[in-house]
């Protein structure tokens, strides 16, 4: 359903946009050609981010971070001091010779707090929507973190890279702190994992916690 929804509209902007270019009238409203699922979002990743994409390293386990970029615009996540704690953790906890993390776009919440902290300089990867906008592009560039592009040309999209660069392919893990439906695609990714994947949902999250119990068994809970 969510995939038929961003392909029509795609299609409406697609359509919007030739015929304010050639001045047609079309079925569609030409009012704003930026209302669209992309919104302001024109710049091309692949290319304005060039210099900080590389390939995920496959001798180590990726762990995936999300509590930031899977929310819906009118969203915002809120941290917690447990929640910063948990962060903190994990860092403590893992090898950086034996493990990266992976994040969204966003650089905001939990994975902004992530890369902020991470003394031992654990590899960090942002998978990014095909198309950003000027102020993500800025947020990335200044994080440093390296990236993988996806698909997708909408952040709504992105789970299902995180799908293909990383549940299909390999054991992993995954902390979900924050989301709303593009966090509870990405937990269903993670259950439909190839390989073995550790899910670990806050329970503090209502929307996260309704998707988790219903992957009961499959997801463990945390304050």
Not at 30 to 51: K, Q, T
Not at 96 to 120: A, C, R
Not at 169 to 182: C, E, H, M, Q
Request: hydrophobic share 35%; net charge neutral; aromatic share 8%.
């Amino acid at each position: 359903c969510e995939d038929q929804v961003i392909e029509q509209g795609l299609h409406i902007f697609e359509t919007k946009k030739k015929a304010w270019e050639n001045h047609e009238k079309t079925d569609y409203p030409i009012a704003d050609r930026n209302m669209s699922l992309i919104g302001n979002r024109n710049l091309i990743a692949s290319e304005v981010l060039a210099e900080q994409i590389q390939d995920m390293p496959l001798d180590k386990k990726p762990i995936v971070i999300a509590g930031g970029s899977f929310n819906h615009d009118d969203h915002a996540t809120r941290m917690s001091l447990s929640g910063k704690r948990r962060i903190e953790e994990i860092l403590h906890a893992e090898d950086p010779e034996k493990t990266f993390f992976v994040i969204g776009h966003s650089m905001k919440g939990y994975e902004k707090y992530l890369v902020d902290h991470n003394q031992k300089n654990f590899e960090i990867f942002a998978i990014v929507p095909s198309m950003i906008s000027e102020a993500e592009c800025q947020k990335i560039k200044k994080s440093g973190v390296c990236v993988r592009v996806s698909i997708e040309p909408v952040p709504m999209g992105t789970y299902k890279s995180f799908a293909y660069e990383i549940f299909k392919r390999r054991p992993s893990g995954l902390y979900a702190f924050d989301g709303n439906i593009a966090g509870a695609n990405l937990i269903q990714e993670a259950k439909n994992s190839r390989y073995p994947c550790e899910i670990y949902v806050n329970r503090r999250c209502r929307a996260l916690r309704i998707k988790a119990a219903s992957l009961e068994g499959y997801v463990t809970l945390f304050d």
